[in-house]
């Protein structure tokens, strides 16, 4: 009789895998099943890899028009920077802070550099006061003083603010953070889920002010749990203390290098990977899968399928298979992103630091990235004077403004954001080139009830024999998120293939 673990090896060989998506996921999922010899192949329905994560030439530049940074926590995107040998291009972004715009009767101020999800610590410090005024400040304190006996067990983080902070801190502070990172109201939002550990330090601190010092004291960085980080400023969400910047990295040249390094890998491992082929139909056949796709006329085989497609596309096509999976389907964000070069030398002294997020309501963008202020590489590929700035519309219930509009409308009207953003004058004679794209976003796995609501497709999908699903709107938007997901659930996935042959 054979040795066991050759006969893993031998069935890993004979095993076929089939994986929905090139995006992150998808891709990664597929690295895991390769590595260990089975037969892997990855379709995707558009014409590139890498879904939100991909590039475009822009005025002469390669750059990311989709993901562009990721956040450190949990270490899980440098673990696979690494294994790919791009540990040496990970990149810091400038330690600058960033701003905050539309503050009635301020403008635009810098974004306090304390604070969670942008709650304040301290409602009397400079910074703070300069964007809630007086009379916020001491709304705010009043959280301070409030009996411990009157503080409960909130789940929605724009109820807790306003009970214990009151309106400015959540109009103000707050809501301009939850906008830009999930796209989605404070009210939205699941404070057990955003913040971990903040209703528990606020029922041992006895005020939510006590509670944000001593959470931040306890974390050495403090971004939200699933904040897709892109077009949010670093300082956000870190402590007064620390290094602001801290909590993202990127890499030199763009976070697309992370995608056509996996492409490589995979390569590399034989995985057949094809494009412009869309997955249509899973059918259980015998032990496996038949997989009916966009591009071939009889139906692949295999023996199990990995979902890595974002939400509608993977709902519509588990639910023939999954009895158990529910029939949400949860509202998803649309989101634009304008990329700019500008030719605007006022723009060197990096007037609002490395980006702006905007009171909801004030502005049509939702968020401003100033690339070239804020990632050493985007300055050191333009030409002096010359300047990268990419603004965000759209979020949760709200389409975007430039949706309308035509691709020429639509970088007009995010040039007179941007120049409102970063108070510099931006006349079309200004635009050297733009960039618009559009995405679908899935709700952010911090959205009230979303949690019970994945957790529930997870376990329907982990009931049909090879079968797997991962993916964003599974683990939560973000790479730091996405990407140790899509590894767990190959893993899975892999693991019950090889020992279902055995
Ligand atoms: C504007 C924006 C900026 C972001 N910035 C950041 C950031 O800076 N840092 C960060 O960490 N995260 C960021 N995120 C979030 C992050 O990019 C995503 O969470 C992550 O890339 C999602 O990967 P995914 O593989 O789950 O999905 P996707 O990237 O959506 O990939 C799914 C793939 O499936 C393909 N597909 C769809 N239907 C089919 C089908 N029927 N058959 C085959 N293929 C199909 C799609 O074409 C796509 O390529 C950002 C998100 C957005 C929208």
Not at 135 to 159: F, K, M, Q
Not at 181 to 190: E, F, G, L, N, Q
Not at 197 to 208: F, P, Q
Not at 222 to 228: E, F, H, K, L, R
Request: hydrophobic share 45%.
């Amino acid at each position: 009789m054979s040795d066991p673990l050759e006969r893993l090896a031998e069935h890993a060989h004979e095993s076929r895998v089939i994986v929905a998506g090139g995006g992150v996921s998808g891709l990664v999922a597929a690295l895991e099943c390769a590595k260990v010899g089975m037969q892997v192949t990855v379709l995707e329905a558009s014409g590139v890899f890498g879904g939100v994560v991909r590039s475009a030439e822009v005025g002469g530049l390669t750059l990311d028009v989709g993901a562009e940074s990721y956040a450190t926590r949990g270490g899980a995107v440098r673990e696979l920077l690494d294994e790919l040998g791009l540990a040496d291009e990970i990149v810091a972004p400038n330690r600058a802070g960033a701003w905050v715009a539309g503050v009635p009767g301020v403008g635009a101020a810098p974004l306090p550099k304390g604070g969670i999800l942008g709650i304040p610590d301290n409602p009397w410090a400079p910074d703070v006061r300069r964007v809630i005024g007086w009379a916020g400040a001491w709304r705010a304190y009043v959280d301070r003083v409030r009996p411990p006996l009157t503080i409960g067990h909130e789940r929605s983080l724009g109820a807790l603010v306003r009970s214990r902070m009151g309106a400015r801190v959540l109009d103000r502070l707050v809501a301009p953070v939850t906008s830009g990172v999930y796209s989605a109201r404070p009210d939205d939002i699941d404070v057990d889920l955003a913040a971990p550990g903040l209703n528990a330090a606020l029922t041992r601190m006895g005020s939510l002010g006590g509670a944000v010092a001593e959470l931040r004291a306890a974390r050495s960085t403090g971004t939200p749990s699933d904040a897709p980080a892109s077009d949010v400023p670093p300082t956000v969400a870190a402590p007064r203390a620390a290094a602001p910047g801290g909590a993202v990295e990127g890499i030199a040249g763009g976070m697309w290098r992370l995608v056509e390094a996996l492409v490589a890998r995979l390569r590399d491992l034989g995985v057949e990977l094809r494009t412009d082929v869309a997955v249509e139909e899973l059918t259980p056949a015998g032990s496996g899968w038949s997989v009916r796709t966009s591009a071939d006329e009889s139906p692949l085989s295999a023996d199990a399928v990995i979902v890595a497609l974002p939400e509608r596309q993977a709902r519509a096509l588990l639910r023939p298979v999954v009895p158990a999976l529910d029939t949400a389907e949860p509202a998803a964000p649309v989101v634009e992103v304008v990329t700019l070069v500008v030719h605007a030398p006022a723009l060197d002294a990096a007037p609002r630091g490395t980006g702006v997020l905007t009171v909801p309501g004030s502005h049509v963008a939702k968020a401003l990235t100033h690339s070239t202020a804020k990632w050493e590489w985007v300055r050191d590929a333009t030409e002096p004077g010359i300047h990268v700035i990419r603004l965000s519309f759209g979020a949760q219930g709200e389409e975007p403004a430039t949706a309308a509009l035509d691709d020429d409308a639509a970088a007009s009207l995010a040039l007179s954001e941007a120049a409102a953003l970063l108070g510099v004058p931006l006349d079309r004679s200004a635009l050297r080139a733009s960039h618009r794209v559009r995405y679908v976003q899935s709700q952010p796995g911090a959205a009230m009830g979303r949690a019970a609501q994945t957790a529930a497709a997870r376990g329907a999908v982990r009931a049909v024999r090879g079968l797997g699903a991962t993916g964003a709107w599974l683990s939560g938007t973000g790479l730091a998120q996405v990407i140790p997901d899509a590894r767990a659930e190959a893993d899975r996935v892999r693991s019950a293939t090889l020992w279902r042959r055995d």
